[in-house]
């Protein structure tokens, strides 16, 4: 076997590749299990499963999905429950709050006492999560808080240098992202291009990279208009203004705070779109159905099928608040339709 | 004309692998192969270079596990037992492969991996550290240090956590190099804008990131990834060129994917027949990799179908991508010179193990490009960070994006559905640590004792690596062993701190396999 790491098929440090490489046998345990193979593997020591505290932490993924975990001892739960009359008890269901810090908007998702949870989220904005019992009838009672997190931009910056020496002005800096290589992308150029030339039934076009069929497929399932605005920047052209209007609303507006911070220039917008695009395109490669209105845009692929919150149930969530690909930025409280755990009617 | 400088920086890394509980153990490997393939390749290389005059001027980061395993008599007893075993090997190869297509391989690997072993032996006493220490203060390498363990700092719960694994990086740096490190390697390049202040306090002047967080940074670049931005905290964020720095990266469209270069992935474990190949094995008998390989990378075509390997060919390709690579970075700077109204400096960064474990003529790149630089031109100048700040002391303050250099550019890597469940644990861990050290700041003799292993648990279980191994899905049961195992025993010992019970034996039996960082001590978590 060799070392661990390996070497990349696209400039990147280290990014995973998938490697037939011969399976290592395991050492000699003293804790040992059965694999699915028959062979012992060392599985490591005991850890414990919880910690019997009240916690919850937030964890930035990238500049779209925040990871959460959290523990509350049954104790603290039923504490709030006590301070209230004895009758709406029944009416508390343990709940998480995600707090948009900036926006001031707010989500709620029904949990169990422990485990861990992924939310989609905007860039360029805080967030903190509290967990809690919410109430149809006494509202939502925090029981422990989070930490602050703060998710990157994911494109250029909209601040430009006070300092005349080191200001630099838009048709250089889109110069300078040029050189570097962040005004458009290979790759993405190329999956666009492919996906344009199938669905027209079209032979495919020479390319510089080699577009993978899943990316390809991924991009076949992106919005019709973001479809659309890439084909079209993949032909060497700029974003036309009237391409912009039509983007999804949060994709517009995360475009917008760039106009909002000076001239419009079609190549910094262009730039910016394809800074994001890959974002788009995972959410669509991690298998999230893109135009099903049941399931948003923004809501993690990964609770859809499989990963880390596949042990929880769906959450009785209004996902309509958050500004996201699909929805409108109005906020919103949390509407829990009445249940058979409700004693009390919702008010 | 002088009209830009070429920073090549090469990471070497290695998580801490060591079990003395085991006559041997596979892991163990990863640090062998290193050492043949790259660290020795490297150090006389440029070791060579220097003694012919030639000007070397390259920055370094090795981390501090990879500095204490390089230490360690008990892996470096064990490298001479694997090194042996691969020499004899390679003799029994020239004989048997004579009047074949594959001979000329077999010398070269038998001369490679006797090179190797002469050099570790007879050069360096096998102190490898000593070698790169020498260079360093010789003025050709800036060696650089890192996070303690590697820890992937923004995804740490706790600023002390985050303080301890610089801190504790720095002191190893100062008890192997007998200085204080001017640059730091981050872990995996992330940076979350807060951590250059604990840099700062450190004393550490620069660190590197990806290039997305300087174009991405705020306020926007005035020279692009091309000068360093100096963050409010003081410390200078140097960012990586992608483009040139995709020829030596990338499989597809890169230098290592060259027809006539070694291929990694047809090895003559699997190849020989197995009565001659099973003395070099592990005791279980399993074929695996053992480093000899006779073919060459031919193109994209199965393994089977790989052309013999002509160690002579191969050189010479060396040379030509060297040249193409120069030409490339002296096209760049002609490009950028008007544009900076400065000279730029071209960031070139690389895990060190690219070169000679995974690209075996990356050691002869190496060495005609530095050769090239020095004799060939005078338009580019191998530089440093500090040879940069020294020549342009004003540079743009900018709060750099958070970021990292693993795929997609952010955090996914390291936390994703597969690793989610490991940093409740981790976190947990750091808040106890930080709890006990302020319940106990003045510890002496065994509970002294008990809450600096209690720190050495918690920065293995912090490594970046574990997560980084699951993710790839390599290695997957290790890495969880691994991680579990740091966890659980820094559970025991918190028990016995929090209970004021110290069982002995548990403890001296943990210290005797966790025995990273000898000079811990658990008061860095005040």
């Known amino acids: ?347 | 004309m002088e009209l830009g400088l070429l920073s090549i920086v090469l990471h070497a890394h290695l998580p801490f692998v060591r079990h003395p509980e085991h006559p041997e153990f596979l892991e163990e490997d990863w640090l062998f192969e290193a050492i043949s393939e790259t660290y020795i390749p490297l150090l006389h290389t440029f070791q060579t270079l220097v003694e012919k005059g030639v000007r070397v001027r390259l920055t370094m980061g090795l981390t501090p596990p990879l500095c204490e395993m390089l230490s360690d008599p008990l892996l470096q007893a064990r490298y001479r037992k694997h090194i042996e075993k691969i020499v004899e090997l390679t003799e029994r190869e020239v004989v048997r492969t004579r009047g074949t297509e594959f001979h000329e391989a077999a010398l070269a690997h038998h001369h490679h991996f006797s090179s190797s072993y002469r050099i570790y032996d007879e050069a360096y006493h096998g102190d490898l550290v000593a070698g790169f220490r020498g260079l360093q203060n010789a003025g050709a390498l800036e060696i650089i240090t890192s996070g303690a363990t590697h820890g992937f700092l923004p995804l740490m719960s706790r600023v002390e956590a985050r303080r301890a694994q610089v801190e504790v990086g720095k002191a190893n740096y100062v008890k192997h190099f007998g200085r204080d490190p001017q640059g730091i390697w981050l872990p995996e390049c992330a940076f979350a804008p807060g951590v250059d202040q604990l840099l700062a306090d450190a004393g550490i002047r620069f660190f590197f990131v990806d290039a997305h967080a300087i174009m991405f940074g705020s306020p926007r670049p005035r020279r692009a990834i091309y000068a360093p931005v100096i963050t409010h905290s003081g410390v200078a964020a140097l960012a990586r060129d992608v483009t040139t720095g995709e020829r030596v990266w990338s499989s597809e469209v890169g230098y290592p994917g060259d027809p006539f270069y070694r291929e990694f992935y047809r090895d003559l474990g699997y190849d020989l027949d197995y009565d001659l190949v099973s003395p070099y094995l592990h005791s279980d008998g399993v074929r695996r990799n053992v480093g000899v390989k006779y073919h060459r990378v031919t193109g994209k075509v199965a393994l089977h179908e790989k052309q013999p390997y002509l160690p002579s060919i191969a050189a010479e390709r060396a040379a030509v991508h060297a040249g193409d690579f120069l030409a490339n970075c002296q096209k760049l700077s002609a490009e950028l010179v008007g544009t900076l109204e400065r000279k730029p400096i071209i960031v070139s960064p690389y895990d060190a193990e690219l070169y000679g474990h995974w690209w075996f003529e990356g050691p002869q790149f190496l060495k005609h490009l530095i050769q090239k630089i020095h004799y060939d031109q005078d338009t580019m100048r191998l530089a440093t960070p500090l040879d940069y700040i020294d020549e342009y002391p004003e540079n743009q303050t900018q709060t750099p994006s958070a970021s990292t250099w693993g795929a997609e550019g952010y955090n996914r890597v390291w936390i994703n559905a597969e690793t989610d469940w490991m940093y409740y644990h981790q976190h947990r861990a750091e808040d106890r640590m930080i709890e006990v050290a302020r319940r106990f700041p003045a510890a002496h003799g065994d509970q002294q004792r008990l809450l600096n292993q209690l720190a050495r648990e918690l920065l293995l279980a912090q490594s970046s690596d574990w997560a980084f191994i699951i993710t790839t899905g390599t290695m997957v049961q290790y890495a969880i062993k691994r991680f579990r195992d740091h966890i659980g025993r820094f559970n025991e010992l918190y028990e016995m701190a929090a209970a004021n019970r110290i069982d002995m034996v548990k403890l001296a039996d943990f210290e005797s396999r966790d025995n990273i960082f000898p000079e811990v001590d658990y008061r860095v978590y005040l």
């Not at chain 1, 523990?71 to 343990?94: K, N």
């Not at chain 1, 602050?148 to 300092?163: R, W, Y």
């Not at chain 1, 995360?254 to 995972?282: I, K, N, V, W």
């Open chain 1, 1 to 347: 076997m060799s070392i661990f790491t390996s070497w990349v098929t696209s400039p990147g440090g280290r990014r995973p590749l998938e490697l037939e490489l011969p399976v290592a046998p395991a050492a000699p345990s003293t804790s040992a299990v059965e694999s699915e193979e028959g062979l012992y593997v060392d599985a490591g020591m005991e850890i414990p499963e919880s910690y019997g505290i009240d916690i919850v932490r937030a964890l930035v993924q990238d500049p779209f999905h925040l990871m959460v975990y959290w523990e509350i001892r049954p104790e603290s739960y039923s504490a709030i429950q006590g301070l209230f009359p004895h009758d709406a008890v029944e009416t508390f269901r343990p709940f998480m709050r995600l707090t948009d810090l900036d926006a001031g908007d707010e989500a709620y998702v029904e949990i169990p006492l422990a485990g861990k949870y992924w939310f989609s989220v905007n860039p360029s904005s805080s967030f903190r999560i509290d967990v809690g019992a919410l109430s149809s009838r006494f509202g939502f009672v925090p029981i422990v808080r989070s930490n602050v997190v703060h998710t990157p931009a994911g494109t250029v910056s909209t601040a430009v240098d006070e300092d005349p020496q080191f200001r630099v002005d838009t048709p250089r800096f889109v110069k300078l992202l040029a050189v570097t290589g962040f005004a458009t992308d290979r790759v993405l150029t190329d999956v666009a291009r492919a996906e344009a030339a199938m669905s027209a039934g079209l032979p495919m076009p020479e390319f510089v990279s080699q577009p993978s069929p899943a990316l390809i497929d991924a991009f076949s399932r992106l919005p019709e208009t973001v479809r659309h605005a890439a084909v079209h920047v993949a032909d060497g052209e700029s974003l036309t203004r009237s391409e912009i209007d039509q983007l999804p609303a949060s994709l517009r507006l995360m475009l917008e705070r760039l106009l909002a911070s000076g001239e419009y220039d079609a190549e910094l917008l262009t730039a910016a779109f394809m800074h994001l695009l890959p974002q788009l395109l995972r959410n669509a490669l991690d298998g999230g159905i893109l135009d099903d209105p049941a399931h948003p845009f923004h809501l993690p692929p990964r609770f859809v099928t499989l990963g880390s919150s596949d042990q929880l149930q769906r959450p009785h969530v209004d996902w309509s608040w958050m500004p996201s690909m699909a929805e409108s930025l109005t906020r919103r409280p949390p509407v829990i339709a009445p249940d058979v755990l409700d004693t009390v009617p919702t008010a």
